[in-house]
């Protein structure tokens, strides 16, 4: 489950039923269905400045809000599974071997982008051991055959990785992308 998007999804569905309550409540205000506001009663009664901290509270809100804001739309941009250090130990008395997610993929990723027809890739493998699961986005060229870079990837790149790595299974999600730049030749 995509945590980042299915937070958004529910986020997203509970503002804008705030919005529409709001909106609701202003229309059926104005119609006078609802009598709980005078329509021709000002908004604020009297002309006077509320108290400072007022003022001082409303720009705390502005300030966190807007910090949310930020932090939403930076989450936005990082798209990729937390990884993390998986650890290799079957008896502790002889020590442990520690492998950081990422440098375990890099030799794979470089292998990745020496495919035929591949422009540009990258991977993240993240979970433990017990439940790995590896995210691919490759970037292709327009001319590039997907087909044979989905074989080239299922028939040789991963069983190598899922070897390497020592994995029965490796549940895999792969992106491809097209680049918008044409390919150089040479010749």
Same mark, same amino acid.
């Not at 269905?33 to 009664?45: G, N, W």
């Not at 422009?119 to 986005?137: D, M, Q, V, W, Y």
């Given at each position: 489950?995509?945590?980042?998007?299915?937070?958004?999804?529910?986020?997203?569905?509970?503002?804008?039923?705030?919005?529409?309550?709001?909106?609701?409540?202003?229309?059926? !205000?104005?119609?006078?269905?609802?009598?709980?506001?005078?329509?021709?009663?000002?908004?604020?009664?009297?002309?006077?400045?509320?108290?400072?901290?007022?003022f001082y509270v409303i720009a705390a809100v502005a300030v966190?809000?807007?910090?949310?804001?930020?932090? @939403?739309l930076l989450a936005q941009l990082a798209h990729r599974p937390?990884?993390? *250090? @998986?650890?290799?130990?079957?008896?502790?008395?002889?020590?442990?071997? &520690?492998?950081?997610?990422?440098?375990? *993929?890099?030799?794979?990723?470089?292998?990745?982008?020496?495919?035929?027809? *591949?422009?540009?890739?990258?991977?993240?493998?993240?979970? !433990?051991?017990?439940?790995?699961?590896?995210?691919?986005?490759?970037?292709?060229?327009?001319?590039?055959?997907?087909?044979?870079?989905?074989?080239?990837?299922? &028939?040789?790149?991963?069983?190598?990785?899922?070897?390497?790595? &020592?994995?029965?299974?490796?549940?895999?999600?792969? &992106?491809?992308?097209?680049?918008?730049?044409?390919?150089?030749?040479?010749?």
């Amino acid at each position: 489950m995509n945590r980042p998007a299915a937070l958004n999804r529910f986020l997203l569905a509970v503002i804008g039923l705030l919005l529409l309550a709001a909106g609701g409540f202003g229309l059926a !205000t104005h119609f006078r269905v609802l009598r709980l506001v005078d329509p021709e009663a000002p908004l604020v009664p009297g002309t006077e400045e509320p108290p400072t901290w007022v003022f001082y509270v409303i720009a705390a809100v502005a300030v966190v809000v807007g910090l949310l804001a930020l932090r @939403w739309l930076l989450a936005q941009l990082a798209h990729r599974p937390r990884t993390g *250090v @998986w650890r290799f130990e079957t008896d502790p008395a002889y020590g442990r071997t &520690e492998l950081r997610a990422d440098d375990a *993929v890099a030799p794979f990723v470089e292998e990745l982008r020496g495919y035929p027809g *591949v422009h540009k890739a990258s991977a993240s493998l993240a979970g !433990t051991r017990e439940t790995p699961a590896l995210a691919l986005i490759v970037t292709c060229e327009q001319d590039g055959d997907l087909a044979e870079i989905r074989r080239h990837l299922t &028939e040789e790149g991963l069983p190598r990785l899922k070897e390497a790595l &020592e994995l029965d299974d490796l549940p895999v999600e792969i &992106e491809f992308r097209f680049t918008s730049r044409a390919a150089a030749r040479v010749g």
